[in-house]
């Protein structure tokens, strides 16, 4: 182990110089010169290496992945990503028996299927450099993201078919079934516990970073165990699931918790970056030793093996080339003649985008050496050869043809040349617009003076709050707000703080009875069906009991959140299977969010200004934040939709979030100049800023490669 982790780090100093050739092909070479001068071998147990490698791969994909475009296409994305998968199987399996006939077809089956996951690194590095036309672009990158987790079911089919030697294709069909939806429900349920085992242990003050960063880490390897092992189901699908589920709980703008993401993230980094360089350092030491025990066996010399590995990526390519073409007709035939026209240079482009790596490596290396009968595994070697060829073959045709076609001659980018590389500094407002209020001095907790520079913050966006970013600036108040009333509750008197809770109880009821006037007023004025009448009325009586259960001072058990967690995906299930209606159901939603709101916050206002009710007896921060929430509702139900608009979005979030950070780190300076706190507890305080700004720049790093 010291040995290969030694040859990852060596082979990324080489490539800084070597900047033209990508670092899995360096790490090839290194692996293979270990072999040849030193006789190293590396001895491969195939539960093991498939536990150590695919889990954290294919979960840190997941987590990783693009919620927006995962939902936006999803049509396209699980269509290329199952049945080119499947095609590229069977059409291949079939034409690489036919290329060797002494390979037995389901091991040819097995070969093609691993063949077929592609590097999602290496594509879209590919893909934005040669500048494909949007439709091809999902396609290519979409795909890659989730192929890994079909084409190794159905590896995992083809060795199993040879291993036993039986092959039933009903069996395999219900057994297909049950791995997959096991599978998934096993990551889906595994996951949901671990998250709700966090948020219990972070309730009870077991918040250390360290402890939590190692919990997670540890989260694919037990969820791929478990369901292997117990459930004898799908590891893969439950690891990519669980990965995706993580990834679609990451949806605050302000982070609660910015050290523990940060230090998360940055270990992930480490582990995905030794654990990708390991898998080609050590195919590079598999080859010599692949290349040996095909000359031994006699059926094929080094100029064959060598044909066999080019014709099978010749194979790969044309699968790829005239499967795109067809989508890409496809779309403009029953979409829009304004798409894109077919073109055969972009097809073949799109075929040349397949480089396969790391997880073809990985699952290549687990083929077991022998068969149930005892004898070996037939043509192992020469199996091992071919997708050790296919991977190399693959990284040299893209590296040669990328400086042809590209106009941005930016390197190849593949999963194991992914740096955690993130900027130098962002700039942040430096003018301290804020005064401290004029008090006695006294020292402050920690709790509070986070509470006091958030408020800062939220008078900073308040601030710069235009037309043209209003939807931002209520997301990011409103992510402010729950947070400043979490820290609320951890250092106001208890009587002071149900007094707030009464307070906003209270008016949490009126502006309730106004949602529910509104609903009965569209209703009447036939500007909504029956169906969005019903998901709303439902919506506000499920509010009511939620108010009715925190004014009774009783709270939900964890079976509550299992049926919350379920209800809502069954109403994503519902709202998948019946697309068709999206686009009236969505307007009407939008419809009543906007005038529920609006008719809340006018109900609120007339509460407050009856002659027999005391507007100043509630709490300013309890009627803020009602009011935030609820111009929040409009302006999301106004946005526009589509990836310009959410990139605007965000490009206006991230501006609003570098002035409120300027704006807490003015306030911490504030308050230590005031005497308010002490050196310790402003260095902590920046230690926060700086960690929430760091995640800030992450997430930008990450929107752009995207």
């Given at each position: ?40 071998e590396?001895?491969?147990?195939t ?6 490698f695919i ?16 939902w ?17 199987t ?21 070969l ?7 590097d ?32 190794l ?20 069909t ?11 429900i096993?990551?889906?349920?595994f ?11 972070r ?23 478990v ?22 709980r ?62 099978a ?20 035939l029953t ?12 097809a ?43 991977i190399i ?73 235009r037309?043209n ?14 947070i ?88 994503n ?18 419809l ?31 009627v ?25 979005y ?37 230690q ?5 700004e ?13």
């Open positions: 182990m010291i040995l290969l982790i030694v040859l990852v780090l060596l082979s990324n100093i080489i490539s800084h110089y070597l900047t033209f050739i990508p670092v899995s092909l360096i790490q090839i070479v290194l692996g293979l010169v270990v072999a040849l001068v030193w006789k190293f590396v001895p491969l147990e539960d093991w290496f498939l536990l150590l889990a954290p791969l294919l979960y840190n994909d997941g987590r990783r992945f693009p919620r927006r475009e995962l936006r296409l999803r049509g396209p994305i699980f269509a290329n990503a199952i049945w080119l998968v499947f095609l590229t069977l059409l291949g399996g079939y034409l690489i028996y036919a290329l060797i006939p002494k390979m037995p077809l389901t091991v040819a089956f097995a093609a299927a691993i063949l077929s996951p592609t999602p690194v290496a594509v879209q590095s590919i893909a934005k450099q040669v500048k494909l036309p949007a439709s091809l672009m999902h396609l290519v990158s979409g795909e890659s993201l989730i192929n890994d987790a079909s084409g079911i159905a590896f995992k089919y083809a060795v199993a078919a040879t291993v036993t030697g039986a092959f039933s294709m009903g069996t395999a219900g057994d297909f079934i049950y791995i997959s939806i096991v599978g998934f096993s990551g889906l349920i996951m949901t516990a671990i998250q709700l085992l966090m948020d219990i242990l309730r009870q003050g077991i918040d250390d970073v360290i402890f939590n960063t190692v919990l997670q880490i540890a989260t694919p390897f037990v969820i791929y165990l369901t292997e092992e117990i459930t004898h189901a799908s590891g893969v699908i439950a690891v990519v699931t669980a990965g995706v589920l993580y990834h679609a990451e949806n605050r703008i302000v982070e609660d918790t910015p050290e523990l993401k940060l230090v998360t993230e940055k270990v992930w980094d480490i582990i995905i970056y030794s654990l990708n360089g390991i898998v080609f350092v050590i195919l590079g030491i598999e080859l010599p030793v692949a290349t040996s025990q095909v000359i031994k066996g006699g059926q094929f010399n080094t100029g064959q093996a060598i044909f066999f590995a080019f014709m990526w010749v194979i790969l390519v044309a699968i790829r080339t005239f499967w795109t073409y067809g989508y890409i007709l496809f779309q403009r979409k829009s003649r304004s798409q894109e026209k077919p073109s055969f240079r972009m073949v482009l799109s075929g040349l985008s397949g480089v396969r790596g790391a997880v073809t490596m990985a699952g290549v290396l687990s083929v077991p050496a022998t068969i149930a009968s005892g004898a070996s595994f037939p043509t192992r070697a020469l199996m091992l050869f071919v997708a050790s060829g296919v073959i693959s990284l040299v045709a893209a590296t040669i043809m990328l400086p042809l076609i590209s106009t941005d001659k930016q390197p190849l980018q593949t999963r194991a040349s992914v740096s955690d590389e993130i900027a130098n500094e962002i700039d942040l407002d430096d003018e301290v617009e804020e005064e401290f209020p004029e008090e006695p001095v006294r020292q402050v907790s920690e709790e509070e003076a986070r509470a006091y520079i958030m408020r800062l913050a939220i008078s900073k966006i308040e601030e710069l709050r037309p970013n209003q939807r931002a600036a209520y997301d990011l108040i409103l992510d402010y707000q729950f400043i009333r979490r820290l609320e509750m951890s250092y106001r008197a208890d009587t002071a703080m149900q007094k707030v809770l009464d307070d906003e109880i209270k008016l949490r009821e009126v502006a309730i009875s106004g949602e529910r006037e509104s609903l009965e007023s569209l209703l009447e004025g036939e500007k909504i069906t029956q169906t969005s009448y019903v998901g709303a009325l439902r919506r506000i009586e499920k509010l009511e009991s939620r108010l009715t259960q925190v004014s009774g001072h009783t709270m939900p058990g964890v079976m509550h959140y299992w049926v919350l967690f379920f209800r809502h995906m069954w109403r299930t519902r709202y998948w299977l019946h697309s068709e209606d999206t686009d009236r159901l969505h307007a009407e939603n939008n009543i969010e906007r005038e529920t709101a609006k008719n809340a916050i006018k109900a609120l206002s007339q509460y407050l200004a009856r002659t027999d009710v005391d507007e100043t007896q509630f709490d300013n921060q309890a803020y934040h009602l009011l935030v929430h609820y111009r929040n509702r409009i302006e999301r139900a106004k946005a526009a939709t589509g990836p310009s608009h959410e990139d605007d965000q490009h206006q979030l991230n501006k609003l979030r570098v002035r409120a950070l300027g704006a807490e780190r003015n306030g911490i300076q504030t308050l230590l100049e005031a005497g308010n706190i002490s050196w310790t507890k402003a260095t902590h305080l920046r926060y800023v700086n960690y929430a760091n995640v800030l720049v992450m997430s930008l790093n990450n929107e752009e490669g995207e």
